[in-house]
């Protein structure tokens, strides 16, 4: 079974910390994602690697940053933690073989910033 | 740009009533379209999908057929369970014009069911 692994289930940080959210995935995914949902809003991108070192801003990018040196490996930063970015961060990967429609996520990681 | 617009919920019923979640799109060309579902306390898993107008998905008891004409992506099933009681969210991947979009996902706001004994 294709395993997505965020490493921190619940976090509380302060306005201001530097924060990182790390990503593993097991099936040598090429696409890497990161959403963040919010009650009435859904899911929404925040960033996306479609291959190592690659990166491409979503739909929220404002606020984050991301980094994918290893292929299994996509962390999400929050270079300065604002209380409007307390969410449920949603990791998800996918590989470009078949079937390759399939994207899996992992358990989320909720962050509140106070 | 793309967009989904899923019904507003919540969404209560009791057990064996019959559950549908509406769901239309927005987008250029031809998206797959899917349904996915969270669990209290899980990410979401993947339901069930359709690529290509008049298909239908099923999984679990669960189907939805892509229909091209109204843009639409219907949740359907006959009876409902109590551990049915979960978030569905329906989705778009749209493929760009190069023909690539690699497994970007736009999601309705989601919708809230509660099945009671």
């Known amino acids: 079974d294709v395993k997505v692994t965020q490493s921190s289930r619940y976090l509380v940080k302060r306005t201001g910390e530097k924060v990182f959210l790390e990503c593993v995935q097991d099936m040598d995914h090429e696409n890497m994602f990161w959403y963040r949902q919010d009650p009435g809003l859904g899911l929404r991108l925040i960033y996306f690697s479609y291959d190592v070192k690659m990166k491409e801003k979503g739909d929220i990018p404002e606020g984050y940053s991301v980094s994918r040196e290893k292929k299994e490996r996509f962390s999400l930063i929050l270079e300065s933690a604002s209380t409007n970015q307390t969410s449920m961060y949603l990791c998800?990967?996918?590989?470009?073989?078949?079937?390759?429609?399939?994207?899996?996520f992992g358990e989320g990681s909720w962050l509140t910033v106070v | 740009g793309n967009s989904v617009t899923q019904m507003e919920g919540p969404v209560t019923l009791s057990e064996e009533a019959f559950l549908t979640i509406n769901c239309t799109y927005t987008a250029t060309g031809y998206p797959s379209l899917f349904w996915y579902v969270q669990y209290p306390g899980e990410g979401l898993q993947l339901l069930l999908k359709?690529?290509?107008?008049?298909d239908k998905g099923s999984n679990k008891g669960f189907e939805a057929t892509y229909r091209k004409e109204t843009t639409s992506f219907h949740l359907e099933k006959g009876s409902v369970q109590v551990s049915d009681s979960a978030v569905y969210f329906c989705a778009l991947k749209a493929t760009n014009a190069g023909g690539t979009s690699y497994g970007k996902l736009t999601f309705g706001q989601g919708t809230i069911l509660t099945v009671h004994p």
């Open positions: 359709a690529t290509k107008a008049d």
């Open positions: 998800a990967s996918r590989t470009t073989g078949a079937p390759g429609n399939t994207i899996y």
